[in-house]
């Protein structure tokens, strides 16, 4: 079992590091466009570069820290028996072999609540404008991952404004660039 999570760990890496350099060369081929008038390093295909460069980077990582793993990983007898991790009543169940049964299930429906979230995110954005909308989405999202009994409401909403309004005047401001405001102003 544990070299089967050690090759899905080294097979993500691989898939990772063949994307992240399809990526990075793809970059190369976006026209140039420069907002500064030629003076300035950072042109349409910028942040493109970097996002290739960070997931060769995270990549690679990933592949030495499991190629490290799977060399210093103790050997596990396979012939371990259900007998042996069955409860009394001689009743098998998954959980004696994998812990992380429930915690799956819990990930699972948190990636998918998530996956909402953000979709009602981007219909809202168009009629709230970024910056409220952006502040919904992120208090939605500390709500839903933050355990109930380390929920402080009034940090959550503070820092939900501060990050929205924070970006969106780095990025207007900042960068010139354009965010919705939407129907509300």
Not at 67 to 82: D, F, Q, R, Y
Not at 109 to 125: R, T
Not at 129 to 152: C, H, N, V, Y
Request: hydrophobic share 55%; aromatic share 10%; proline share 4%.
């Amino acid at each position: 079992m544990k070299k089967l999570m050690q090759n899905k760990e080294l097979l993500v890496g691989v898939i990772f590091l063949v994307v992240g350099i399809a990526y990075f060369a793809l970059a190369f081929t976006i026209p140039s466009y420069d907002a500064y008038g030629g003076s300035s390093v950072v042109d349409s295909s910028f942040v493109p570069k970097v996002v290739g460069i960070l997931m060769i980077v995270l990549s690679v990582m990933q592949l030495l820290i499991a190629s490290k793993s799977s060399k210093n990983a103790p050997t596990v007898e396979a012939s371990a028996k259900p007998e042996e991790t069955a409860e009394e009543g001689g009743e098998f169940k998954v959980e004696d072999w994998d812990d992380d049964a429930a915690n799956r299930n819990a990930d699972t429906k948190a990636l998918v609540a998530i996956f909402l979230i953000l979709i009602v995110y981007m219909a809202l954005m168009s009629v709230l404008g970024f910056m409220i909308s952006s502040a919904l989405f992120l208090f939605a999202t500390m709500m839903l991952l933050t355990p109930k009994q380390k929920r402080k409401l009034p940090i959550m909403i503070i820092l939900s404004v501060v990050v929205a309004v924070g970006v969106y005047y780095l990025f207007v401001y900042g960068l010139d660039m354009v965010l919705p405001t939407g129907m509300i102003g």
